[in-house]
């Protein structure tokens, strides 16, 4: 089969596609035909050596949607050829508030969905929604799962909220657009991109900031009376993400690429604000987010590359160039 690897370390250029042994299903396991995968940060963060365990060469990808091409011993289900989606999560443990010490996530170090097989537990794979595309299906997992969790099993997200999504336009930010809009909250949205800011109004964003261009879009924001923010960035967004909501009103952080954040312990404990860090999701929450989309809910692609194009479309997901999901075209490459 036809998968791709990374050699080495020292970036995405570093990506290529093999011709590796085939894939089998393990014992209790099902075989996935890998028709679409989708790219996330984790994987630019693993080729620069930003991951812990990195053994290589190495199948990079954490999100895909196939069909089910073989069953391991032990499994009399689901059917050959049923359409699916895989849950990254894998071993979350049996506490739905934090993952387990098994826990691990698909693609680092078990081979993930950049290839056109993969095997994985039969609780990692769920019935594709009803009306999604591979490529919308693939681009659903990881982002989605985290978006979910963050929006609504730690932030608590309901329609009587406003809430402020920092850097609109990657994967999981703009499920969390989609997610708010879907229960009728309100949203404030920032973005350095005039056009990224554009997309989200589209979709329903009602208000949104440029905090590049403006200085002290945080005023802005605070007299319109924020009761959630979810961050991504760290360091002064997500400092500033904490003054800015209002009393009593919460805090949801999963990444930190801007670094630490210097905040102010005032301005939480005076207030009464909920400061809460949340990671990937438990299969409650896959299950509870894959219901929106068999609901009518659609994701959003950015682009669709195909497999030997993997330097290319990983290096728009590092610059930032994207808005919604960037994914992969796996079925259509011969073997």
């Not at 934090?98 to 996530?105: D, L």
């Not at 808005?323 to 073997?335: D, N, P």
């Amino acid at each position: 089969m036809k998968a791709i690897r990374l050699h080495q370390i020292g970036g995405v250029q570093n990506l290529r596609v093999d011709e590796v042994e085939n894939t089998m299903a393990a014992a209790g396991e099902v075989l996935v035909r890998i028709d679409a995968a989708a790219l996330n940060h984790r994987d630019i963060y693993i080729t620069q050596g930003l991951y812990p365990g990195i053994a290589l060469p190495a199948i990079l990808g954490s999100d895909g949607a196939g069909t089910v091409a073989a069953l391991g011993d032990g499994l009399d289900g689901p059917p050959v050829g049923t359409p699916v989606v895989i849950n990254p999560m894998l071993d979350w443990g049996d506490d739905p508030h934090v993952w387990g010490p098994k826990a691990t996530i698909l693609g680092m170090p078990r081979p993930g969905t950049f290839a056109q097989f993969v095997s994985v537990p039969r609780e990692n794979v769920a019935p594709t929604p009803r009306g999604l595309s591979p490529a919308e299906a693939a681009g659903v997992p990881l982002g989605g799962l985290t978006a979910y969790r963050a929006t609504f099993t730690r932030g608590r997200v309901s329609a009587r909220d406003t809430v402020l999504i920092t850097g609109v336009g990657g994967g999981v930010q703009t499920f969390v657009l989609l997610f708010c809009k879907r229960i009728g909250a309100k949203v404030v949205a920032t973005s350095s991109s005039d056009e990224k800011l554009g997309r989200a109004r589209a979709l329903g964003a009602d208000e949104t900031f440029n905090y590049r261009s403006d200085g002290e879009w945080y005023k802005s924001a605070r007299k319109i009376g924020i009761d959630v923010a979810i961050d991504s960035a760290g360091g002064e967004t997500l400092a500033r993400a904490i003054d800015i909501v209002k009393p009593g009103g919460r805090i949801v952080t999963y990444g930190g690429t801007n670094g630490d954040a210097k905040i102010r312990p005032f301005s939480i404990f005076w207030n009464q604000k909920d400061v809460l860090g949340t990671s990937m999701g438990s299969p409650q929450d896959f299950a509870a987010m894959l219901e929106l989309f068999e609901q009518g809910l659609r994701p959003v692609v950015d682009r669709i590359f195909e497999m030997d194009e993997i330097v290319a479309a990983a290096e728009r997901l590092e610059h930032a160039d994207q808005f919604g999901k960037i994914v992969l075209r796996v079925a259509e490459v011969s073997s």
